[in-house]
């Protein structure tokens, strides 16, 4: 097996060592731990019969899946594990007794172990050490060996007479019973480390020992050895309780409480967390933290990948924030299983570090990549993510699913060096700027914050030799908190998929401000991996209780948290906050929440708070699942327009395009068109309901009535028409010819189907789709002012034209084989848009005269 927590380990010169076994760390590695470490009692302990309490299945193997590890080694951070056992044991395998102890190195007491010739060496008249010393860095060493030695001749001969009658449970319980041994070894283990280091130092023959111990790595390779130190090596022990007690947790789950094993693994996991549970209350404030010169502390504070831009090019980094210092590092590739590396790039020291740069700063230039191609990912992520539940489900061979995987992770990887473009910027006194991207303006506030609330308790300039900034940097590997890069392969196999669907949020107010301020606040939601802003409150000017009071609509694509963040606008140039050679708001608080499917399935509105830097904001959501947004619902009021038939409204009206759509047209063009983020920007909830409830009631006034509202209420009533629609503006019949359309590769073809697909819609859909069009180019052509692309019109109105009515539909392509619930979503928006972007993309669409004339000049559109 191939085990390792990485966080529980000490620095190489560190003093007082973390021993820290967090229980809730435990809890984060469980799965991990069962798929790397559980597996080996899989299949030994499999109850498939719970009623009867029998084993199923072939007698276990305790051999190693080298293709597993070696993927294992590829996509988690590990690192080099001794010993194989789930407690320390020697490696339980069809090997020879002699084998055993060759393995045993998940104590010193091995064959390989330093202790005996040190001992040895003690009695001549040149020692490496004396007595005393070997005895206390060795402290207990042996009896943990003897421990694990009795538990391995107990496990073995049952292992190879395996039955569905067997029984393992007291062994582990007595192996549990023998903690005492292990508390006497953490009680002595500062001692241990600070004898050895203090040995190190004065004798360079056992430092050397100490540095290049090589003990049997976890592959079955007779030859294959990996250096471990002898502080590395010591930890073993302690963590070796962690990853029993993991085992035991396993054990349990696949033993049924009929079985005679169950009472005594119980007991023996009791006894364990208790444990750990003790050893856990008396080193939490030792956790992460390493030794540097003079006796001083450095500890981790955060760490995390980030995207560097570095002379114009997106690099992938890991940012590690010290106590001291502030680290970026990249992970070195890993070749022939070698341990996880980091490579330093650069450090400041934070007494150096600035956020604002001189004032002849060239302004950072970023290269912004295209939203199409960042949608062209999304597409292949989900087209990757579908295909491989397709080939788990009728069970391919794993060769097929892994070179999908392969794909899955170059697309997710590319996905998250291109979609960063928000800039945080960092100084040191000299002027050296270093610039990083991030998608999120809360992560990019966090780092800030901590930075600068850092700043306030350092004092001190910390340079660093190049030895020990090597030191540092290889330190990370132990120390990091954060061992994976956001992507699919990373992630657990039960994993939440997050949410799909709508979800519906209103801020309604804040309280607890201090003073009179210009309050706005913002809401994200992760999706892809990464967070992104979704919508915007207006600012309430002058006040400490702002109401806003404003409802958002957010698409969620397996999203699990809501972000929001609350700013004072300034207006004021000369006040701003100048950072990252830009004027910004204050961030006057922030906080999120997780969205928890049980919490939002009911359809009623749930009321929470969100409390932020002693600021407190009221929210409600409710949350509109896919299958169930996907289904248009008619109006019960055949005489509105909301919800009936676009046909029916325009002969009802006598004219080509309803009136709703011309009038919002209108008063867009007259005052919206250079408005930032129109039709992307949500407007007032209540503004939208009180314009909607006026053109059904054919209200006089409305013309009134929308010349004095804000114009993105104009634009989400538009929008709100058309979602309302009983049918899409393209029909439901028409709709799969258009999604398939869109796929075809060669040009002519795509264009001729496109087109004839587009004179089949109905006279009142076609002409009323092409006004619509005409206006959209318009506002594209002011992308300048207005940030609104002709792709992010298609992402807007892509969904909003062409989200057919049936419950149940379809991607077009592959209709027979099933796609799961969350690609299917995705993939299915993306189609819309597309279809909509190559409409807007066409220079002229050429439909027939008299319905072209019809828009232009006809006195009654």
């Given at each position: 097996m ?26 984060e ?5 069962k ?5 080996m009692y899989a299949g ?23 293709d ?13 594990y ?9 490696h339980?395998?069809s ?5 055993r ?23 001549t ?10 005895e206390?860095i060795f ?9 694990h030695?009795e ?24 192996l ?8 006497a ?58 990853r ?17 094993d169950?009472p ?7 006894i ?5 549970s ?10 992460q ?10 500890q ?20 590690f924030?010290?106590t ?12 022939g299983?070698k ?9 400041i ?32 992520i ?8 397709r ?8 060769k097929?699913?892994d ?37 999120s ?8 914050e ?12 910390s ?48 309280s607890g401000?201090?003073q ?12 892809f991996g990464?967070?992104?802003n979704k919508?915007?409150t207006?600012?309430?000017?002058y ?5 806003w009071n ?10 699990q ?10 207006y004021?140039?000369?006040k ?6 830009e004027?910004?708001d ?5 906080g999120?929440?997780?969205?928890d499917?049980?919490?939002l399935q009911?359809k ?17 959501m ?18 509105g ?21 011309r009038?919002c ?5 007259r005052r ?5 983020g ?14 909607k ?13 929308m ?8 634009a ?5 028409y ?12 028409l ?10 590769s ?16 109905p006279e ?13 180019k ?36 592959n ?12 993939l ?34």
């Amino acid at each position: 097996m191939r085990m390792e927590r990485p966080e529980l380990w000490s620095s190489k010169n560190q003093r007082k060592h973390k021993l820290s076994v967090h229980k809730k760390a435990v809890k984060e590695e469980t799965a991990k731990d069962k798929e790397r470490g559980g597996q080996m009692y899989a299949g030994m302990l499999r109850y498939t019969n719970k009623e009867h309490g029998h084993f199923t299945g072939t007698p276990p193997t305790y051999g190693y899946d080298a293709d597993r590890a070696e993927e294992q080694r590829r996509h988690h951070d590990i690192l080099p594990y001794i010993d194989d056992s789930p407690s320390s044991s020697p490696h339980l395998s069809s090997k020879s007794r002699s084998s055993r102890d060759t393995l045993s190195s998940g104590s010193l007491e091995s064959s390989k172990s330093p202790m005996k010739p040190l001992k040895a060496a003690a009695t001549t008249s040149q020692p490496v050490l004396t007595v005393a010393q070997i005895e206390t860095i060795f402290f207990k060493v042996p009896e943990l060996y003897e421990i694990h030695r009795e538990f391995y001749d107990g496990l073995f001969p049952r292992v190879q007479q395996w039955s569905h009658h067997q029984r393992v449970g007291d062994l582990f319980q007595k192996l549990a019973s023998q903690l005492g041994v292990y508390r006497a070894f953490v009680d002595n283990y500062e001692l241990a480390v600070e004898t050895a280091e203090k040995c190190c130092q004065a004798n360079t023959q056992f430092a050397e020992i100490s540095e290049n111990l090589k003990v049997r790595s976890p592959k079955d390779s007779k030859d294959q050895t990996a250096k471990n130190s002898l502080e590395a090596l010591l930890y073993k022990p302690v963590d070796r309780v962690t990853r029993s007690t993991l085992v035991l947790h396993d054990l349990l789950k696949h033993t049924p409480t009929s079985h005679p094993d169950h009472p005594l693994l119980q007991d023996a996991l009791r006894i364990s967390q208790n444990f750990l549970s003790s050893i856990n209350e008396e080193t939490t404030p030792r956790r992460q933290s390493m030794t540097v010169k003079k006796g001083e502390n450095r500890q981790l504070l955060r760490d995390s990948f980030m995207v560097e831009l570095v002379e114009g090019a997106r690099k992938l980094r890991h940012v590690f924030l010290f106590t001291d210092l502030l680290l970026c590092a990249k992970l070195k590739k890993q070749i022939g299983g070698k341990n996880q590396q980091y490579d330093s790039k650069w450090y400041i020291p934070l007494t150096e570090l600035t956020f604002q740069g001189p004032e002849e700063t060239e302004p950072l230039t970023i290269p912004q990549v295209p939203d199409e191609e960042l949608d062209a990912m999304k597409v292949k992520i989900s087209h990757l993510r579908s295909e491989i539940q397709r080939e788990k489900r009728a069970n391919k061979g794993s060769k097929v699913i892994d070179r999908l995987r392969k794909k899955l992770s170059e697309q997710e990887s590319l996905l998250l060096l291109t979609s960063p473009s928000m800039p945080l910027r960092v100084y040191n006194k000299n002027g050296k700027s270093y610039s990083f991207l991030i998608s999120s303006d809360y992560e990019r506030a966090e780092w800030r914050e901590i930075i600068k609330e850092q700043q306030k308790k350092c004092f001190k300039t910390s340079s660093l030799t190049s030895m020990e900034l090597q030191m540092l940097t290889s330190s990370c590997v132990k120390l990091q908190t954060v061992h994976h890069i956001p992507l699919s392969i990373n992630k657990e196999e039960d994993e939440s998929p997050g949410l799909y669907g709508f979800l519906n949020v209103i801020v309604h107010s804040a309280s607890g401000l201090k003073q009179s301020l210009n309050l706005y606040c913002t809401l994200e939601v992760d999706s892809f991996g990464f967070f992104s802003n979704k919508a915007k409150t207006r600012v309430y000017r002058y006040t400490t209780e702002p109401k806003w009071n404003e409802e958002f609509e957010i698409e969620l694509e397996g999203s699990q948290t809501l972000r929001l963040l609350c700013y004072e606008k300034c207006y004021n140039k000369t006040k701003q906050n100048k950072e990252d050679g830009e004027s910004t708001d204050r961030i006057m608080g922030k906080g999120q929440i997780p969205l928890d499917p049980q919490t939002l399935q009911g359809k009623d509105w749930q009321r929470t708070v969100i409390p932020m830097n002693g600021i407190e904001v009221k929210l409600s959501m409710k949350f509109t699942s896919r299958e169930f947004s996907l289904k248009r619902m008619p109006s019960r009021k055949p005489m509105g327009v909301f919800g009936v038939k676009i046909s029916t409204v325009t002969k009802r009206e006598r004219s080509k395009v309803p009136y709703i759509v011309r009038q919002c047209l209108e008063e867009i063009e007259r005052r919206g068109m250079e408005e930032v983020g129109i039709y992307r920007v949500s407007g007032v909830a209540t503004d939208i309901q009180a314009l909607k409830t006026a053109f059904d009631t054919n209200h006089k006034d409305v013309s009134v009535m929308m010349s004095e509202m804000d114009v993105n209420a104009i634009a989400g009533t538009l929008k709100l028409y058309f979602r309302e629609l009983p049918e899409p503006l393209f029909t439901d019949e028409l709709y799969p010819n258009f999604a398939g359309g869109i796929t075809l590769s060669d040009s002519v073809a795509k264009e001729s189907c496109m087109l004839n697909l587009l004179l089949s819609l109905p006279e009142p859909n076609l002409v009323t789709f092409l006004f619509l069009l005409d206006h959209l180019k318009r506002v594209a052509e002011k992308e300048s002012i207005n940030k609104m692309s002709l792709h992010n019109l298609a992402t807007v109105f892509g969904p909003t034209l062409l989200r057919p009515s049936e419950k149940d539909s379809k991607i077009p392509a592959n209709p027979t084989q099933p796609i799961s619930m969350g690609d299917s979503w995705s993939l299915e928006v993306m189609a819309q848009v597309q279809v909509l972007l190559y409409f807007l993309q066409l220079e002229t669409i050429p439909t027939p005269d008299s319905k072209r004339q019809s828009i232009l000049f006809s006195t009654e559109v």
